[in-house]
């Protein structure tokens, strides 16, 4: 198994993922310098690696099956991705990377949870499309957008559901 981390993914990173952090960020005023920078080096690097290859193992992993149940699979593993568990982690990573280590704890998990369930709909959509219908080497490109615009509804999912 060869594991994926190009340059591509890793600029595509640094820029898409920062860039919805960074408009969450101005939009519940709650921009900082290191929160940036700390995007930017999370986009380059867990990001841009973690997610293509996971996005790999899906295509290896349902290359058996056929139609319906390969969308399905395919749309529900990439859903499963991104669990309570990784919106946790990266609600944690904000709180560090804006120095608010004091508002971490288990509410974050709460937070995370609530907003991956009231976001299903939409993710299962997003995930269809991004599964079943963009060619795997720009799969992390539209995920990353699609991640981008979710970072706003995560980083206003602490005010929504706290």
């Known amino acids: 198994m060869k594991l994926e981390y190009s340059k591509s993914n890793i600029i595509r990173g640094a820029l898409i993922y920062t860039a919805g952090d960074t408009t969450a960020s101005l939009l519940i005023h709650e921009f900082c310098w290191t929160r940036l920078i700390g995007m930017i080096v999370l986009g380059a690097t867990l990001y841009a690696f973690e997610i293509p290859n996971y996005f790999s193992w899906i295509v290896r992993k349902t290359n058996s099956l056929v139609g319906f149940k390969l969308t399905l699979s395919k749309t529900l ?38 907003s991956f369930l009231a976001n299903i709909p939409i993710s299962l959509i997003a995930n269809y499309i991004i599964q079943n219908k963009v060619r795997l080497n720009w799969r992390f490109l539209a995920s990353a957008i699609f991640s981008a615009l979710m970072a706003i509804y995560y980083a206003m999912s602490e005010t929504i559901f706290n």
């Open 77 to 114: 593993l990439a859903l499963l991705f991104f669990n309570p568990l990784w919106i946790a982690r990266h609600l944690l990573f904000i709180k560090l990377f804006s120095g608010n280590y004091n508002q971490i704890g288990l509410t974050l998990l709460e937070i995370a949870l609530w």
